[in-house]
């Protein structure tokens, strides 16, 4: 099968760059070699999302200790990328053709977080905390591929007379941000949302910054601003929702707090990973109010003044995956709803209506991929035929 593919060891990681197309052997479903393969399926992808973790592998900034050390431990010189995925099921593990949930051409949208269901964080109910964890396409091989194999715990079933295919494929970065703007809920019962009457400041308006304010319009926000220095996404924020957008500096907390009748806002969501950035949400954030942190930045960030965090009961929210599955039946719910014209907002501010943003994977070149990576807020990769 033609798969993009990541090449990589210890002596050649900082000398190379990018995905390559190759033709690897095509997973398969052999329950007497791996009797876990009784939990798995097999799926042709149709659309596969490029996201902010693409984009670090790509340029080799990021998840260098995790890839190394999982291709060293399964003794393997290559993996497939790519984790955000529509696909079809192919192929059944005995087990999953049992229980009868799942079949053969059914489409599905995939947790990209494989959780083991045994540690104490998935007994928990906390399996976006997995402590043997693998992540599709950084530790498991991934969706830019004619074929993927993946356990079947992960899979969200997606209904297309609902949610446009392209949409259904960035089920799970957008997750990501509904995680964002529910840092402190359970369940998935939108009429217990905690945003509802809040104010609420989007430190970062790429991406996922997008999404949150589309989010929290849904979710029914009082009053959103938006930080962000570029004029395109600027334009976007505004589009999406945002009553105000400001360019980041370190009065942007002061700004903020000129925004919100003089207290900060209710929600600072951090999204842009700059440590001066988290340093303005902290300040920007009323007394008792929430900071979400999702932006990532390696390395320590100095916090001024720490007490006065503490003194004010700012409460700090680290964000990592989607609750599996809450996370999920909230998503659908606000894209399923055609009323809210979030979908379409999608498709729009985020997708350019599919202009220059569908890469068909046998048209792979570098010089394209990496274009797209630094042009769009996000690039499908398109793969299996509807
Ligand atoms: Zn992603
Ligand atoms: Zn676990």
Not at 226 to 235: L, R, S, W, Y
Not at 297 to 305: A, L
Request: proline residues 4%; glycine residues 10%.
């Amino acid at each position: 099968m033609k798969a993009l593919i990541l090449p990589v060891n210890r002596d050649n990681w900082s000398q190379t760059k990018g995905y390559e197309l190759r033709e690897v052997a095509a997973p398969t479903l052999d329950e007497s070699r791996d009797p876990e393969d009784a939990r798995r399926v097999l799926l042709e992808p149709l659309y596969a999302g490029v996201c902010g973790t693409d984009k670090g592998i790509w340029f080799r900034k990021a998840f260098r200790e995790s890839i190394l050390h999982h291709l060293e431990q399964d003794q393997r010189d290559h993996f497939v990328v790519g984790h955000e995925m529509l696909g079809r099921i192919t192929a059944l593990g005995s087990e999953i053709k049992r229980a009868g949930r799942f079949h053969v051409g059914q489409v599905v949208s995939a947790e990209s977080h494989i959780y083991c269901g045994r540690c104490p964080m998935c007994l928990a109910g906390d399996q976006h905390v997995c402590a043997n964890e693998r992540i599709i396409g950084v530790t498991w091989d991934g969706v830019f591929a004619e074929k993927v194999k993946l356990p079947a715990n992960v899979l969200w079933p997606t209904v297309l007379e609902k949610i446009r295919p392209e949409v259904a494929a960035v089920q799970e970065p957008f997750g990501n941000a509904v995680h964002v703007c529910t840092p402190n809920m359970r369940g998935s019962d939108l009429s217990q949302s905690e945003m509802r009457g809040k104010t609420v400041a989007v430190f970062g308006c790429g991406t996922i910054g997008l999404f949150s304010i589309l989010i929290a319009r849904a979710l029914g926000a009082r009053k959103i601003i938006g930080i962000e220095p570029n004029a395109k996404n600027k334009e976007k924020a505004l589009q999406c929702g945002a009553d105000q957008v400001i360019a980041p500096s370190d009065q942007s907390a002061e700004e903020v707090r000129a925004f919100t009748e003089g207290y900060g806002a209710d929600y600072c969501l951090e999204m842009s990973g700059f440590p001066s950035s988290l340093v303005q949400a902290i300040k920007g954030a009323r007394r008792g109010g929430h900071i979400v942190l999702f932006g990532l930045s390696s390395g320590d960030v100095t916090i001024p003044q720490f007490e006065d965090m503490i003194t004010a009961g700012k409460r700090l929210h680290s964000i990592v995956g989607r609750r599996v599955f809450s996370t999920w039946e909230i998503t659908k719910q606000i894209l399923e709803d055609r009323a809210n014209g979030i979908q379409d907002q999608v498709w729009k501010q985020v997708l350019n209506e599919g202009k220059g943003t569908i890469l068909p994977l046998a048209e792979f070149t570098k010089e394209r991929f990496e274009s797209n990576l630094l042009q769009h807020p996000k690039t499908l990769v398109s793969i299996g035929r509807l």
